[in-house]
């Protein structure tokens, strides 16, 4: 049994997600999204799929990488 980190809930059903060395308790997906999606810095939207990376900043996609004035990123699509 463990608690969910983002709402407190303490449920049979939770997972760990591990990242970048830290180990995160959720009960459900909307709070792992919740606490680990990046937010686009350009239109403030929560990145649930890829998004794009340029220089540690993180942006939703090439749109709005190169609205924020990165250059060179191509959507894969
Ligand atoms: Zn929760
Ligand atoms: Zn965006």
Redesign the pocket.
């Known amino acids: 049994m463990a608690r969910c980190e983002v709402c407190g809930n303490d449920y049979g059903m939770t997972f760990e997600v591990h990242a970048q060395g830290a180990v995160h308790v959720f009960d459900c997906f909307s709070c792992a999204i919740h606490r680990m999606a990046p937010i686009?810095e350009?239109?403030r939207?929560q990145i649930i799929g890829q998004g794009v990376e340029v220089d540690g900043h993180w942006?939703?996609?090439a749109?709005?990488s190169r609205a924020e004035g990165r250059v060179g990123i191509v959507d894969n699509v």
């Open positions: 686009c350009h239109c939207v942006y939703c996609g749109h709005c």
